[in-house]
């Protein structure tokens, strides 16, 4: 577990840290990291990392119980194509693509932007493309408790591209459905309307 207690203590005091690891790194790899160029990067690099890791600090559930409201509405909602960069947890490169949520509101809804916020609390973490999908979506249900919840990412693997397979233009879709998304008729709809430009 983390030794810090929210954000802001973690943001101030973890960066002399992730410093000093990255100059070590830098030198390991060769690099003069007191050579002008590179005499800023392991402070850069460590803010970077710092933001790119900031999920581990937010509370998903939070962000969506702060803007809950009750409506009589039972339709679909779908938020389509929210751009994500995460990083994958086995070698600490991007992935990157879109995800596409929609749920179906049992007496209350939420604030729209608070969808794509809780990608990125997720996202901002050592992930795997499954298990984000999932957090997603479990999160979306557990909190808002809706009649319905549905996740689909898109995304391309730079520790695929770059290195080892190196295919660049291959994308992994997962999917994750809960209540009536799990109904066939349900679950075709959101497909649909996902993969038009109309919707
Ligand atoms: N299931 C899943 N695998 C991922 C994800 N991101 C990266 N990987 C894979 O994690 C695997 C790690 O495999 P290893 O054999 O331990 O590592 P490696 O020798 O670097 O593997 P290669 O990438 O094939 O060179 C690779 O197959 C990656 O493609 C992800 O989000 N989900
Ligand atoms: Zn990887």
């Known amino acids: 577990m983390s030794p810090y207690n929210n954000f802001e203590e973690y943001n101030i005091k973890i960066t002399d840290e992730v410093k000093g690891r990255y100059k070590t790194i830098i030198t390991e790899l060769g690099e003069d990291p007191e050579r002008e160029g590179l005499l800023k990067t392991p402070e850069r690099a460590a803010k970077a990392m710092q933001f790119l890791t900031q ?76 298990r984000l999908t999932h957090d997603i979506l479990e999160c979306i249900n557990n909190t808002l408790k809706p009649k319905g919840v549905a996740v689909v990412i898109e995304a391309s693997h730079m520790c695929m591209m770059m290195r080892g397979v190196q295919k660049q233009n291959s994308v992994t879709t997962t999917s994750g459905f809960r209540g009536q998304f799990e109904k066939i008729e349900t679950r075709n709809e959101f497909l649909k309307l996902i993969s038009s430009d109309l919707s």
């Open 55 to 130: 999920g581990y600090y937010k509370d998903p559930a939070e962000i969506l119980k702060g803007a809950m409201f009750k409506e009589d509405y039972n339709d679909m909602v779908i938020i389509k194509d929210i751009e994500l960069y995460s990083l994958c947890e086995h070698h600490i490169l991007p992935f990157f693509g879109k995800a596409h949520i929609a749920y179906i509101p049992d007496g209350q809804i939420v604030g729209l932007s608070k969808i794509p916020r809780v990608v990125d609390v997720f996202a901002r973490r050592l992930q795997v493309q499954e």
